[in-house]
Each structure stands twice: as structure tokens, then as C-alpha cells.
């Protein structure tokens, strides 16, 4: 079966895979659900050119290793439950984890997201082009400061960069 | 650094990595969250001994073969989104899914969930013992027919499974 869908995977950390699962919830046409309001109507017609192969929540930098076959830095920080980065190296391991995901799965766009202390770090690897970003909020997870604030950031600012991304450089519809 | 809490993957398909993602937020002591009314003071408190490596939702056989090194059965039903199985063979893919994953993190609990037609299958893998059980809500994916309700069903018994779990061979408790 051949399947023409834009393909997308995702590997969060920070956003507990809800940027995934929006839009999975959004492409397979869900009535009600949280972040709806992310999209207009004609972005929540067009989702249904998408499907969500795996969105994933990885804490741990041992089993982001290991299911995504890459290799992460050492955690700035001592934090016993899971990685805790710089904003400085949460854009490179979101970058990591998006391009292992990419390249195991081989699909079309891939995320990847973490945030330890700073405004933490999102990825969106397209078949052409690389998306690095942070979100608007600083937070610090030792200290558990503005974590849901930044998490909910994190998750509209991604929602919206895909929309944005997959109108521009996939569907290339007129408003953008 | 020794890390001696009992860790919990899970690979989900119909509870959209909500099981893992609940256990993480009782672990890592968030003070409110969806499903805690599953957990009683005691389990709460508990919960500080597990550790949540990966939480992953994974919708496509595609996706769930490449990530979990594992094959799994053709689907019995056509249906374009994700993997459509009857209920024994959804029992069949839960085990497979918990067994994949429980290799490639060797962590000490791997939970597998599934649902196409039937009650759904949900899989807790522990060092010692496998268990595989349904939901009690019959739900069809085809017809979108009791989804939500077959989920939130899984999600909670499949909670209130894994805390009887972690009770009886784990932590000795004398509560079991």
C-alpha cells in the first residue's frame, strides 16, 4: 500500500509528546481536542494530508540513546530523574533527537523538543530544511520554575512552526 | 551513577502514551494531574521509586517495527491511519510491543497497549511475570465507535494493574 501522507515522528521531551499527538488528533480528524484552537479551518482540512507515525516522550538521555541510535552530550546539570541541559545544548540534543528519529523512520518532518534550564530547545528537521528554536518562557527544571509554562509554550510555538512549515514547504497553499 | 529506581517503559497505541506519562507525573511528584485519583496516598508516596525512561505512542506498525525491533502481524482490517486488529491478535501485538521495548531499554517494567476491534490488549511485562489483559469497554477504530471510553478505560486499568504490580513484586508491601 502506498501511502502519499506527509509523514511526521516526534521525540519530546519537555512537551510530554503532546506536540505529536495534536497533530495526530488533528490529522485523523478528532472533534474535540486540547490546542484545537492552534488551527484555523482550512489548517484543520489540510491536516488530513498528515499522519503520525510515533510521538514519543523520552526523559531519560539512556533511553533517547538507545531507541533513537544516537549519542547525546553529558547533562550539565545532576538531576536524578532525567537530562537537564543549558539552553545552549537543548538546541543541539533537540536537533539530535529529531534527526535520529528522522532517519530511523525515514518520514517526512520530525520534532524533537527538551528543555532543562533556559527557555529549552525545539527542532523541526523537513525533507529540506533544518528549524531551530526556543519557546518564550524561561523555566529551570532543577527548580521547578515555570515548567508548565514554558511546557505550554513549548507545544502552541511548535504547533504553530508546523503549520506554518508544512503549508510553505509541502502543501503550498496560497496564505503563506 | 547507580541508578536504583524500578524504571517503566511503555510503548502505547490506544492510550496514546497516557499510561507512561501518568506514571511519570506521580514519580516525579507533580501535585496535580489527570488519572491521580487512581493512586491513594500511600501509592502516591510510593511512586517516588519508579523512574519513566520512555513513554512513547506509536500508531503505525511501521513505526512500532522500526523503533521497537520487532515484527508484528499484518493488520486484519484496511484501515489507512494506524494498525486495525482484531482483539486476539491486539492481546498478540500488546506482548510483542512490551517485549520489544523491555529488550532494547532492559528496563525492570514494559507496558504494551493496543485496540483495533475488541476490547483492546493491554501488556505489563515485569522481570518475573507477564501479564496480558483487555479493557472492559468492546470499542471499534473502524467505526470510531466507544474510542474514547475504551481508552480511558485502559488508561486507568492499566494504572491500577501496574501499581497492584509494583506493590506485590516490587516493593513488598504488606497492602497485597
New interface residues.
Given amino acids: 500500500m502506498v ?1 502519499v501522507k506527509i509523514s511526521v ?1 516526534t521525540a519530546e521531551c519537555f512537551t ?2 503532546k506536540i ?2 495534536t497533530i ?1 488528533k488533528a ?2 480528524g478528532y472533534k474535540d481536542f486540547e490546542f484545537k484552537e492552534i488551527f484555523d479551518k482550512e489548517e484543520l482540512r489540510m491536516m488530513s494530508n498528515v ?10 538521555i ?3 540513546e ?2 533513537l541510535n544516537i549519542k547525546l552530550p553529558e547533562p550539565d546539570y545532576d538531576y ?3 537530562k537537564a541541559y543549558t539552553e545552549k545544548n537543548d538546541l543541539k540534543v533537540a536537533y539530535l533527537m529529531a534527526k535520529g528519529l528522522k532517519d ?2 525515514n518520514c517526512n518532518i520530525a520534532i524533537g523538543t527538551t528543555a532543562g534550564i533556559g527557555r529549552g530547545g525545539i527542532c523541526i528537521l523537513t525533507d529540506k530544511n533544518k528549524y531551530l528554536f526556543t519557546t518564550d518562557v524561561y523555566g529551570n527544571l532543577l527548580k521547578h520554575e515555570n515548567i508548565l509554562e514554558r511546557q505550554r509554550n513549548g507545544i502552541e510555538k511548535g504547533l504553530r512552526k508546523f503549520i506554518e512549515i508544512l503549508k510553505r514547504e509541502y502543501l503550498h497553499t496560497s496564505s503563506f
Fill in positions: 501511502d515522528g510530554h509528546a505529536g499527538i495526530h490529522a485523523s499522519r503520525v507515525l510515533a510521538s514519543m516522550f523520552i526523559p531519560s539512556y533511553a533517547a538507545k531507541l536524578a530523574y532525567a530511523i523512520l
